[in-house]
């Protein structure tokens, strides 16, 4: 049985130990949880029968587990995940990986010197619909792509402690916290593109509220994507894409994927099945999918059952620093 201990019981907190439930039969069981807020670790205490630590670092040293899971405000990711490397622990640690590059050359150089397993949470390159566009990106059964389009659209998130997410110190902003996951999918697909454009929409204070990147791949080849978290509470979350390869478009709306060939006859893409659980812990995503997908995956990784090497810690920092150019590219995070 590998033993997990989980830090941060907030919205994504919540969605892990939700999925780890559903895993239980597959040898994994949340045994330690830690929280500053007490009620919010009870919580999730409550589900599996977990001890309770007061904070992350008191977990990692006290606790005996075999993983350490990291869904903390990002600012916290880099101490506590090297913290618990040095611990000997595998670490699942939640996007985006830090912000800060010496934290960023830490972890990478913990990892190699601890020899432990990771994995960060870009959830994407295991959701359904995003495995299927890679798979027809990589297989070119409907030749190369020409050109794509990604969008990631939020209403206000309100639900974070001490309100880490509008901080731009502690969150990055929409950049570095939402827009990472396209950005990141983006260079999973396509690799490093050659150049970029980038362009932000900002709030009375001047922080990104809102960006609009463009990622030249040469001969013409551009993909663009949007991030967007400022829309009034209510609007629905949507994250959708089109992408034009030589012989047909793919379109992601609503969850459903559409082909329409170059021919004619659009179909609906066959997509991988993914778990159809919810949780009920709030945020702005509440299906388990591909957050179950990740973890089955991460935890089969421990089992010897693959490589680990879909959401690699050295590519999560390549993502975040490539959005840190774009956020450069558009005027900084916060400009007066
Ligand atoms: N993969 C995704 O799609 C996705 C979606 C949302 C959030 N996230 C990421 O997950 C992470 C957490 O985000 P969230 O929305 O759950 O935030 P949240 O504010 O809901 O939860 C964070 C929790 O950490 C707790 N905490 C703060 N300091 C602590 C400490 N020292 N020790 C223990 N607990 C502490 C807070 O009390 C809070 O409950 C972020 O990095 C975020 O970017 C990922």
Known sequence: MIKVGLIGCGFMGGMHAACYK??????????AVADVRPEFAKKLADMSGADIYATGMELIEKADVDVIDVCLPTHLHAAHGIAAMKAGKDLFLEKPVCLDEAEMEEL?????ETGVKVQIGQVIRQSAAYIWLKGVVDSKEFGAVRSGQFRRLSGYPDWAWENWLHTPEQSGTVTVDMHVHDADFIRY????????QSMANRDEAGVIQQIFTQYDYGNGVAVTAEACWDYPVEFPFCADWVVKFEKATAQLKDGVVT???KAGGSYAAELPAEYEGENDIGGNVSDLGGYYTELKYFIEGLQGKNDLSIATLEEAIKSVKLVKAEVAAAGGAVKK
Do not use: M
């Open 189 to 196: 697909i396509l690799g490093e593109p050659k150049a970029i």
């Open 22 to 31: 559903v895993l239980e039969n597959e040898g994994v069981k949340v045994t």
């Open 108 to 112: 990478l150089k913990v990892e190699k």
């Open 259 to 261: 082909v329409y060939p």
